[in-house]
């Protein structure tokens, strides 16, 4: 942790404790936690296609049950991402296993969190990496953490962008790395502002039953790609599992994961502090 932000987590998480839960999303929530963010596609969206080889990956959250990471690496797959929470209120039960797993087999991992606009960016940060640390921490090779935008819940767009940015200052002083973006051109593109957002250093775009992806507006090119919500794969037990592909090599997924260095001790300071609520 940096010594400037761990102050600040320290005191946001004593003077406003959060009501934290295991299992599935809050019921009548305006999504499901899971990266979804939309089927729709601006149709004057950039289209990029895969620009040579590309690297098959999944991700997943307590909806797909237990995984057989051993079968699905088997399978092909090179890198998966698992949801931590959904908001600042809601931990994945499955994250700590999946995180752990997904290292013992192999993957690049990545954690990501379902981004709610109504709630504190800084409090959703803070629980995301206390999570993270909680489960192993984020080490060298891994992914940084994503912030999966897909829904308003109902606020502005200046609500929503104030919190995203307030998430990503907080993620990234405390980790050193550059987070990832989850979205979807329906969802990004209509919405007023959100390109300033588009600093983020790599683009995890949704864009299913199509050839190749439309982007979010800001970026002109993408990393990862999730290309189907209803797939199949060995280790995934339910049909309508979440798969995606990386836009490069293996040696391109490795570069791009230890493109920034983690700071030692970086997310300890949240891990130590949440303990202590």
């Known amino acids: 942790m940096s010594r400037s932000l761990a102050p600040l987590l320290v005191a946001l998480l004593a003077t406003a404790p959060l009501a934290l839960a295991c299992g599935e999303a809050p019921s009548g929530s305006a999504g499901d936690g899971q990266p979804h963010a939309t089927t729709t596609t601006d149709p004057d969206a950039l289209i990029v296609c895969p620009s040579g080889e590309t690297l ?24 998966a991402f698992a949801r931590v929470a959904d908001g600042s209120t809601f931990l994945d039960a499955t994250f700590p296993d ?64 104030a919190g995203a940015q307030e998430w990503l200052a907080a993620v990234r002083a405390a980790t ?21 957002l588009a600093w983020l250093g790599s683009l995890w775009i949704a864009n299913w039953d199509v050839s190749c992806p439309a982007l979010a ?29 990386f836009n490069g090599s293996l040696a391109d997924l490795r570069a791009l994961a230890a493109m920034s260095t983690v ?14 609520q």
């Open 263 to 276: 700071r030692t001790g970086a997310i300890a300071g949240v891990g130590e502090a949440w303990g202590a």
């Open 98 to 161: 999946n995180w752990q797993a997904m290292k013992i087999n192999g993957f690049v991992r990545g954690p990501y969190q379902y981004f709610r606009a109504a709630e504190s960016g800084f409090a959703q940060a803070s629980v995301l990496l206390a999570a993270i640390e909680a489960a192993g921490s984020l080490e060298p090779g891994d992914l940084p953490p994503v912030l999966d935008l897909e829904t308003t819940d109902g606020e502005t767009d200046a609500v929503v962008i």
């Open 56 to 79: 098959e990956g999944a991700d997943v959250s307590s909806y797909d049950g237990a995984v057989d990471w051993a079968a699905l690496k088997a399978s092909g797959r090179s890198f």
């Open 176 to 196: 050193g790395r550059e987070p990832i973006l989850y979205t979807a051109s329906g969802f990004w593109n209509y919405e007023s502002g959100y390109s300033s």
């Open 217 to 245: 507006t800001g970026y002109t090119g993408w990393q990862f790609w999730q290309y189907d919500d209803k797939g199949t794969a060995p280790g995934l037990g339910s049909d309508d599992a979440d798969l995606d592909r």
